[in-house]
């Protein structure tokens, strides 16, 4: 069992029903819908796909809607774009015009009177550099730095301007009530800078009574300034190190990544890494060993996930590249698991309770040797937890409610599994052992440990541990 979670991104390459049932036999736990692309009709075809096809697998997948935020695009360009050489110089307007090689507009109008001479603007995550030269009314001219191909729709970044935008876009409304409305298990929103942007999305949920859980995406200088109230309000954190290095020094990108990953392992929250982790494979059946590495290290860095954008999206061979990242995930925990190095987890939002029965269950399975350990939960929170221990064997999270379950299907480790629970701990523990047996998980005479709470459907009342040999209906 891979316990690594892979988010795999949807789009023109593998949002068929058929796509969509080679990438879970491939090994997706995550599907992410980006709404940077694609209409709601569009991506309310891929719901239904992935929702048919799981059913038809008998597969738990948790579905993670990607807000756009306030990412800057190019707008329509002639023919789909032009090329740029340095030295050449591109006017930017605030009016709205199908552009071409002497000027473009942005989705943004405004930003042509919050940029000054002498900053940057960066296409396409910086693989055209131009810089502004001249000002005159509601119009940016700028010179080419760094050459290439400036294409209709793609982002634009300004690291030396300061511009005044909320988090949530009046498009990010639409498609968040849409999430919401449809029943996703995650939304990602983008270019988070303090915990103030997460509320806003907070906000919204009561009206829809859901459960969806909140994705904090750090891909702004402002938000590793802030990153520990991120984290404490997130419900998960995804590291985007796309924006990140084109908004910050590229060199202190792994670094970054390195600081948020352990402080999420700290305080028991997933964590995602994300952004070109086997990008040569848009375009190749294989990946380069440096980006065979970077999946490897992330990993080694107590990653809970890792997520491929394009290469499934709209890659040649997406679902080659999520079994390469499979393969390789593999065997890094192979090598893992003769570490005797183990997390150190603080977790201070956790009941004191449920942090130390997690901590007993790990204890546990690691001094018997069991073969796995069941978690009945209500609202995941004690399974999530437990994966930040990185235990050698699995973890079964235990659910009555689907949603509870396709949410624990991003936890490292945690094997979620949706059934009902007896309220009577001997039938409890018959109907584990049968269910297991059943799925291959266990056999007779294993010995397994058993989280549960005495206080049936109320979440955070998880307080017992239970020592239990796995037995056959005829043995009892």
């Known amino acids: 069992m891979l316990r690594t979670k892979i988010i795999a991104t949807l789009g023109p390459a593998s949002n068929s029903a058929e796509a969509i049932g080679g990438l879970i036999d491939a090994g997706a736990d995550v599907f992410r819908l980006n709404f940077s692309h694609g209409t709601l009709e569009q991506h309310g075809q891929t719901l239904r796909n992935i929702r048919e096809t799981c059913r038809d697998r008998d597969a738990t997948i948790a579905i993670m809607a990607d807000l756009c935020g306030p990412k800057i695009r190019v707008e329509p360009l002639e023919d789909g774009g032009f090329e740029i050489a340095v030295g050449e110089t591109l006017d930017i307007l605030a009016e709205t015009v199908v552009g071409g090689p002497k000027g473009i507009s942005t989705s943004r109008p405004e930003l042509v009177r919050e940029v000054a001479e002498g900053h940057q603007v960066l296409i396409d995550d910086g693989n055209v ?27 634009v970044n300004l690291p030396d301007s300061d511009l005044a935008m909320s988090a949530l876009t009046d498009k990010d409304r639409v498609d968040l009530a849409w999430a919401l409305e449809n029943r996703v298990d995650y939304v990602a929103v983008s270019f988070v800078r303090s915990a103030a942007d997460l509320q806003a999305v907070r906000e919204m949920m009561p009206l829809a009574g859901t459960e969806c859980r909140v994705v904090a995406k750090v891909e702004t200088p402002q938000a590793t300034e802030h990153i520990d109230e991120i984290i404490e309000s997130a419900d998960a954190v995804l590291v985007a190190r796309g924006d990140l290095g084109v908004e910050m020094d590229l060199a202190s990108v792994p670094l970054i990544q390195k600081n948020i990953t352990r402080r999420c392992q700290n305080a028991g ?13 848009v375009d190749s059946p294989v990946p380069t060993r440096a980006e065979v590495s970077d999946v490897a290290n992330a990993i080694f860095d107590s990653a809970d996930c890792v997520m491929l954008s394009a290469e499934t999206a709209i890659g040649r061979f ?13 065997q890094t925990e ?3 698991a003769s570490s005797l190095q183990r997390p ?35 609202s995941g929170n004690t399974a999530r937890l437990l994966s930040k221990h990185r235990l050698d064997q699995p973890v079964v999270g235990l659910s009555p409610d689907e949603s509870v379950c396709r949410r624990m299907a991003m936890y490292y480790g945690v094997l979620p599994v949706q059934m009902k629970r007896d309220p009577a701990v001997p039938a409890m523990l018959q109907d584990v052992d049968a269910m297991l047996i059943s799925r291959g998980m266990a056999e007779p005479g294993d010995l397994i440990v058993v989280v549960a709470g005495t206080h049936l459907d109320e979440p955070g009342s998880t307080n017992a541990l239970l020592i239990h040999l796995v037995l056959d209906a005829g043995a009892r």
């Open 269 to 281: 929250k997933p964590v995602i890494i994300a952004t070109q982790m086997l990008q040569s494979m």
């Open 318 to 330: 997406p679902e080659q590249a999520l079994r390469m990242i499979a393969r390789v995930g593999e």
């Open 344 to 378: 150190e987890i603080r977790s201070p939002a956790m009941r004191r309770v449920t942090t130390a029965v997690a901590i007993g269950a790990s204890l546990l399975a690691r001094e018997l040797s069991a073969k796995l350990v069941a978690v009945w939960t209500e």
């Open 334 to 336: 192979r090598f893992l």
């Open 129 to 155: 550099r131009l810089r502004v030269v001249s000002i005159s009314g509601d119009r940016l001219t700028c010179k080419c730095e760094v050459g290439g191909r400036i294409s209709d729709r793609k982002g």
